[in-house]
Nanobody, 120 residues
C-alpha cells in the first residue's frame, strides 16, 4: 500500500506565495513521476505540474508562477505557488506514477488534497 500525504495549504492574500509538499510512503515502489493537480469548486480537476527523472512540465495557466521539484532521497515533491490569485483557489492534489515492486505493475496514486484559498 502506498500513501501520499500533502501539506502546506492555507489561506493567503493575492500576490502572496505558498509551498506545498507531498511525501510518498508505504510499500516499496519505483517512482516514474510526481506532480500536482487542482480542483476548484464546481470545476473539473486540472493538471498543474509534473516532474520526472529529467523533466518538468507545467499546465498553461500556471506555467510562469508555479515551480515543481522533487527531493529524490525522501520521495517528496514540492510545488511553490507564487503571485497567487483568487482563481488559484482550489484543492491541490499530489499524484505519483510509478511501479509497485511487489507486483511489477505500474499505476498512479493520489493524495487526499490540501486546500489553498486566495482571498483579500
Amino acid at each position: 500500500q502506498v500513501q501520499l500525504v500533502e501539506s502546506g495549504g492555507g489561506k493567503v492574500q493575492p500576490g502572496e506565495s505558498l509551498t506545498l509538499s507531498c511525501e510518498a510512503s508505504g510499500a516499496s515502489f519505483e517512482i516514474y513521476s510526481m506532480g500536482w493537480s487542482r480542483q476548484a469548486p464546481g470545476e473539473e480537476r486540472q493538471w498543474v505540474a509534473e516532474v520526472g527523472h529529467d523533466r518538468r512540465k507545467y499546465g498553461d495557466p500556471v506555467n510562469r508562477r508555479f515551480s515543481v521539484w522533487r527531493d529524490i532521497g525522501t520521495n517528496k515533491v514540492f510545488l511553490k505557488l507564487s503571485d497567487l490569485q483568487p482563481e488559484d483557489t482550489a484543492v491541490y492534489f499530489c499524484f505519483m506514477y510509478g511501479r509497485l515492486d511487489a507486483t511489477g505493475l505500474s499505476r498512479d496514486w493520489w493524495g487526499q488534497g490540501t486546500q489553498v484559498t486566495v482571498s483579500s
